[in-house]
Every structure is written in C-alpha cells, then in structure tokens.
C-alpha cells in the first residue's frame, strides 16, 4: 500500500501544489526537529568506521529492527556497506565532544581513542557510556536522495547506567534527564 502511494505521490503533482521546497528551508525546518545523538559504528572486513548520525528511529519491536540513515557520499559509506554490521550507540550527557569528533574530519583512530569501547556479537564498537548500544546487522538498504536507508535488526543490547541523554535542536546540543521517581 505505502509503494503504491509513494508510486502514486511522485508520478503525480495535484494542482496548486509547488514543485518542491528550497533546500535551505527544509534545512532550516528540520533543525527544529529535536532528535537524539548517536554514534554508528562498524567493524569488520572493510575495517573500522564511525560517524554521528540524528536519522536513526525504532520501526519495529518484532523482530526488533530500526532505521539509520547514511549519506552515500562520506567517507564511511564504504566500510559500512562492506561489513553489513553497526552499532548504534545512544549518546548521554556529557558526549557533545565525542560527537563532535564523530561528525568531523578527524582521523578513525582519533576518533575511537577518544572512547572506551567493547563488543558484543557483531565486533562492532559499542560505546561503553553510551545510554544505549544496539548491536545490529543490516537485513536491507534502500537509497533515498543522497542517503541509503539501512533497516538493521537488533541482535544484543546494552544499556547503559546514565538516566541522561543528548539531544541536537535547533542547531545545538541539549542535555536531557529523566525525572526523578515519583513516590
């Protein structure tokens, strides 16, 4: 059903409708929409890899799999499709830095230095502060515009002890913590 309306929804262009939005806006939109920080990592034949990535969402808890976006264009997008395996690490306060070392130019060894890390059963690096770790492999891609969509089924889990979380809105980090228990 959801092929056919997309099918539908781009081969059709109902009247009074804008061709598309500018670019610079849709950006500018987006910044407004909060998100966590993560960490996807790999590890394997293609070696390691690591970049911070926002496009991540649960889709479905049976089997349980969720959703990472990568752009085909960067520099990791080979290891990733290589190895068939990431980890998405849920960052926690605190973690701005290593996001930002994640998210720039800065040499994979340097990058991973900078962490304590561990595996589970894929071998990809599974940040040991993370809020959460989802150790997955990738069961299908699909390209959307410049990204692929990687649907990746979780096969272990770690969750870590910080009840506090990273979020980036509006072009800014944001630390966020649970409330305390009510009584």
Known sequence: ?????????????????PPGLPKADYRNA???LGAAVNIITTDGPAGRAGFTA???????????TLLVC??????????????GVLCVNVLAAG??????????????????????????????????DAAVSF?????HATSAGTHDVL????????????AQGLIYFDRRYHEIAAPPPQH
Not at 54 to 64: K, L, M, W
Not at 99 to 128: I, N, V
Not at 135 to 139: G, L, T
């Open 135 to 139: 150790d997955c492999r990738v069961v």
């Open 1 to 17: 059903m959801l092929n056919a309306m997309a099918s539908h929804a781009a081969s059709s262009n109902p009247a009074g409708l």
């Open 54 to 64: 926002s496009a991540v969402c649960s889709v479905t808890d049976e089997p349980p």
């Open 95 to 128: 973690h701005q830095s290593l996001s930002a070392l994640f998210g720039g130019k800065t040499p994979m060894d340097e990058r991973f230095a900078a962490g304590r890390w561990s595996r589970k059963t894929t071998g990809s690096p599974m940040l040991d």
């Open 30 to 32: 987006m910044a407004r």
């Open 151 to 162: 649907f990746c089924e979780a096969v272990a889990i770690a969750i870590g002890g910080a």
């Open 70 to 83: 990568l752009n085909r264009s960067a520099s990791v997008y080979p290891a990733f499709k290589a190895n």
